[in-house]
T-cell receptor, first 112, second 115 residues
Framework: KNQVEQSPQSLIILEGKNCTLQ??????????LRWYKQDTGRGPVSLTIMTFSENTKSNGRYTATLDADTKQSSLHITASQLSDSASYICVVSDYGNNRLAFGKGNQVVVIP | EAQVTQNPRYLITVTGKKLTVTCSQN?????MSWYRQDPGLGLRQIYY???????DKGDVPEGYKVSRKEKRNFPLILESPSPNQTSLYFC??????????????FGPGTRLTVL
């Protein structure tokens, strides 16, 4: 069973609009949660890393939130640009292990 | 420039012909890992290494081998490739373990097709 579930699987948004991506996880014990951006055919690039004590972190127009109690995270994209078209992957690390649980990604398409 | 490099970037081969995909990083990172990415399945970890001469299986290690003789290199070896190993492969590295607050850097990927 996948320990990291992302929704929606895909979405299309108009350039300039905001959107929010969701990530629910069951990984325990929890160490940190990461959001990556992956352009088609390229390697993922780290956007944010959060531990259980952090509930929000920003990287430019990207803002991630974390609720360690409900085991939910979100990634908010503000004022989307065409270059935001990509897959956004939520990844959770468990404490004491060096393994990662990957979500299947949110595919975002930004249209003019 | 700090980076993770992989070679080759594209490879088409035939069943049973041994191949090696190289991975190198210039950031003096201790942790290195290999992943495969398939449509609908996302990224899955094949093997990882915490340091020189220390390797461990990930979620899908069957059919793969790795070695870590030097800190900067972490080659992925397919002794007898099969069509179900057709995939997009990524190497990644980080300063330390992923249970810690270490950013992981990914290589550009190697697209492998096994006929």
């Amino acid at each position: 069973k996948n320990q990291v579930e992302q929704s929606p699987q895909s979405l299309i948004i108009l350039e300039g609009k905001n959107c929010t991506l969701q990530c629910n996880y069951t990984v325990s014990p929890f160490s940190n949660l990461r959001w990556y951006k992956q352009d088609t055919g390229r390697g993922p690039v780290s956007l944010t890393i959060m531990t259980f004590s952090e509930n929000t972190k920003s990287n430019g127009r990207y803002t991630a939130t974390l609720d360690a109690d409900t085991k939910q995270s979100s990634l908010h994209i503000t004022a989307s640009q065409l270059s935001d078209s990509a897959s956004y992957i939520c990844v959770v690390s468990d404490y004491g292990n060096n393994r990662l649980a990957f979500g299947k990604g949110n595919q975002v398409v930004v249209i003019p | 420039e700090a980076q993770v490099t992989q070679n080759p970037r594209y490879l088409i081969t035939v069943t049973g012909k041994k191949l090696t995909v190289t991975c190198s990083q210039n950031m003096n990172h201790e942790y290195m890992s290999w992943y495969r990415q398939d449509p609908g399945l996302g990224l899955r970890q094949i093997y990882y290494s915490m340091n020189v001469e220390v390797t461990d299986k990930g979620d899908v290690p069957e059919g793969y081998k790795v070695s870590r003789k030097e800190k900067r290199n972490f080659p992925l070896i397919l002794e007898s490739p099969s069509p179900n190993q057709t995939s997009l492969y990524f190497c990644a590295s980080s300063l330390g373990g992923l249970a810690d607050y270490n950013e992981q850097f990914f290589g550009p990927g190697t697209r492998l097709t096994v006929l």
